[in-house]
């Protein structure tokens, strides 16, 4: 019963917003060539979920998938394409099509410093996770905050948006990505403690010692704030000269 009820709510509140229009940030003729493999891509969302996801976050971004190259999303005819991992309500872990994401407003986070091994290893552990199922229980939290102005105090948001049962096979978009990351020891969010003197002797004091925060607490928000990505701008990337715009006031 709880799984056709979470099926139920997953059609209702992945439905478009109708308030909402989707504005695409780059064309993907200049969003393609500004990617990498390992990089994140936060989507803001159109759908009646993505409206609370922004709001417990406080947050612009309500969706995070991971590029991963060319690929052949399921349903995908002739050569591989540009290709997103994701945890998608009504479809689980799946892989998408980058085109999927051309009409949304969209943010690139690159991870730094990684070498190729590890984002090959980053990468893999993200695909083998492929066909599984998205954490119904996580939609059922999220329908509670659908109101316009829910009345969560904003230190509880972050607690209230836990997302998910903790289930290693019942992905959601950000702790999938999150698995990811922590598979290769690459840091987003982590709780940083600073040592004391009379630490065991492998740390000096003063050094920072990184705990790996649980999969479950990351949202999107937190790869756009994390001071381990950087954030591409594919337009800066592409070229862009303030003096070869044309203004409608001027004409020029």
């Known amino acids: 019963m709880f799984q056709s009820v979470g099926r139920a709510l997953a059609e209702f509140v992945t439905r478009p917003n109708p308030n909402h229009q989707p504005v695409a940030t780059s ?25 609370a996801i922004k709001y417990l976050t406080q ?16 349903g995908h005819q002739g050569e591989p394409v540009p290709s997103l991992v994701e945890a998608d309500m009504r479809d689980g872990v799946r892989l998408v099509a980058l085109e999927h994401y051309a009409h949304f407003h969209t ?5 730094v410093g990684l070498t190729e091994t590890d984002i090959d290893a980053l990468i893999r552990d993200a695909i083998d996770r492929v066909g599984q199922q998205y954490d119904l229980k996580n939609i059922v939290d999220l329908v509670r905050y659908l109101i316009p102005t829910p009345p969560v105090p904003q230190h509880w948001r972050r607690r209230m948006i ?3 049962s903790g289930e290693p096979t019942r992905a959601i978009c950000s702790s ?3 698995q990811s990351f922590q598979s290769v020891h690459y840091p987003i969010l982590p709780v940083v403690e600073e040592t004391q003197f009379g630490q065991p002797a492998k740390t000096r004091a003063g050094d920072d010692v990184f705990h790996i ?25 592409a070229g862009f000269d303030p003096y070869r715009l044309t203004w409608a006031d001027t004409g020029n």
Do not use: M, N, Q
Request: glycine fraction near 6%; charge should be positive.
């Open 176 to 178: 999938l990505i999150a």
């Open 59 to 74: 947050s612009t971004w309500s969706h995070a998938a991971l590029y991963v190259g060319d690929a052949r999303p399921p």
């Open 162 to 164: 836990t997302l998910g």
């Open 27 to 51: 064309e993907p003729e200049v969003l393609l060539p500004a990617l990498r493999r390992g990089d994140v891509l936060l989507v803001e969302g159109c759908s009646r979920v993505s409206s």
């Open 213 to 237: 925060r649980h999969h479950s607490l990351f949202t999107p928000r937190d790869f756009d704030v994390s001071p381990y990505f950087d954030i591409i701008k594919p337009r800066l990337i």
């Open 107 to 111: 943010r690139i986070c690159r991870p």
